[in-house]
């Protein structure tokens, strides 16, 4: 006797007409429909072919800016800089029940969109740490349902930032306040020595970064080159000391942008040096297509790292939604699939396998990324499922379609009505649901 079973489902890997049996908080069976027809359970679904996926895992965002659009301006230039301006104004008028209550709103949307896990940077440049306060508190409540994961993230430079300018009497340094937040239990160590003064200093703060890292035995996932600047050496700089000091798998370069700027000679010579320090890298492409390339004329530079060439040299590279509704970007929905769609645009990734890479992208990849244990769609892992209104990844890119049903350890956690339109047409059929018949 199972608690549930999901029934006739195909799975992300191509395989169709399964069974996925669940028992308390795991997967207890993934089997064809024949092997498991005569089992008992509490509770079935009947997904009719449709595609039954581990949830969306988002590996790169900021929950504390999240839904802050408009607040105390919007952002006219569009460019990162002025984004940065904007939230530091905003930051001494934020209170910690407005922005834990942004955050679980945000929440909200993600488990109705089948994504269940967020690597969240949260800023440490702040005397007062109360996005730090604020995101903690987020994090425990919302654990039942999502696992967020924090990233303490100097916004200001952990070497540019002086505490004094917000508060005279601070006594800590930019480090000491983020060494602060992973006393307070935040989990990954950040950085943006792009945002440092110098070049000089930039390389300064990753090496300082990583060894806080290694000392601590945390993650590293740093703002890294989020530039257009064809010059910028931090993510070598990166790869270096995760080699250095054995950090192989638990480094990150975020955005990595520089790289789409950068002349393919000296690439050929990076990429490989990335791969053998074992990095990864998250591209965030809503974002960068939106951000970078603010100053050129025409042609524009779209901005976004080399995602086929580092997934080629077998870098693990996941997309990050980033942003929704805040300083830096006034759109965005929650939704991973809109991530892929548009990563999968600007790389031009349309080939079979490129797109279904784009999928692994934002579930699979960034779940290995985030270190997430029980993952995935074998018996043991925790029964986390999406029921997607698409046949296969490909399709559940291209129609972005509604999730008919989040599970969260092994309980419905969300549910939508399949979409379908009611035609009027004489000849034509009565309804249709935007799948593609083959
Ligand atoms: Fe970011």
Not at 380 to 407: H, K, M, S
Request: glycine share 8%; aromatic share 4%; hydrophobic share 45%.
């Amino acid at each position: 006797m199972f608690d549930l079973i999901v029934r006739h489902a195909t799975l992300p890997d191509g395989r169709t007409d399964i069974d996925v049996a669940v028992r308390g908080d795991r997967i207890a069976a993934v089997e064809p429909h024949a092997t498991l027809a005569a089992a008992a359970a509490g509770r079935e679904i009947d997904a009719g072919g449709l595609l039954l996926s581990p949830p969306f895992v988002d590996a790169h965002f900021h929950m504390d800016a999240t839904l802050s659009l408009g607040l105390p301006r919007f952002n006219q230039s569009g460019t990162l800089l002025e984004g940065i301006a904007l939230w530091g104004e905003l930051k001494p008028h934020l209170r910690q029940e407005a922005l834990v209550e942004r955050a679980l709103a945000y929440c909200d949307i993600a488990v109705a969109r089948g994504l269940l896990a967020v690597r969240s940077h949260v800023d440490t440049s702040d005397p007062r740490l109360l996005a730090v306060d604020a995101l903690l508190e987020v994090k425990r409540r919302v654990a039942p349902y999502l696992d967020l994961q924090l990233v303490a993230f100097p916004q200001d430079g952990v070497l540019r930032y002086d505490p004094r300018r917000d508060d005279p009497s601070c006594t800590l340094s930019a480090l000491q306040l983020l060494e602060k937040a992973l006393d307070k239990g935040v989990d990954v160590v950040g950085g943006i020595p792009h945002f440092e003064r110098t070049m000089a200093d930039g390389l300064e703060s990753v090496r300082l970064l990583c060894e806080l890292a290694a000392s601590r035995g945390l993650r590293v996932d740093m703002h890294c080159d989020e530039s257009d600047d064809p010059l910028s050496r931090h993510v070598e700089t990166l790869a270096l000391h995760a080699r250095r000091l054995g950090l192989q798998g638990r480094v990150t370069g975020s955005h990595l942008t520089s790289m789409h700027s950068m002349d393919n000679y000296y690439v050929s010579k990076l990429i490989p040096l990335i791969a053998e320090a074992g990095l990864s890298a998250i591209a965030n492409p809503l974002i960068n297509i939106t951000l970078q390339g603010r100053h050129d004329t025409y042609p524009k530079r779209r901005g976004m790292t080399r995602v086929p060439e580092l997934m080629a040299a077998g870098v693990p590279v996941a997309f990050g939604h980033d942003c929704v509704m805040d300083p830096w970007y006034p759109m965005g929905s929650g939704d991973m699939l809109e991530v892929a769609s548009m990563a999968l645009h600007v790389a031009q990734m349309t080939g079979r396998a490129a797109m279904r890479a784009c999928y692994d992208a934002v579930t699979g990849t960034p779940a290995r990324i985030l270190g997430l244990e029980g993952y995935g769609l074998a018996p043991g892992c925790f029964a986390d499922l999406v029921l997607l209104q698409a046949r296969d990844p490909i399709e559940a890119i291209r129609l972005r379609p509604a999730r008919l049903a989040v599970l969260r350890r092994g309980r419905v956690v969300s549910e939508q009505p399949p979409a379908t339109a009611a035609l009027r047409l004489d000849g034509r059929p009565a309804r249709v649901d935007f799948l593609h018949r083959r």
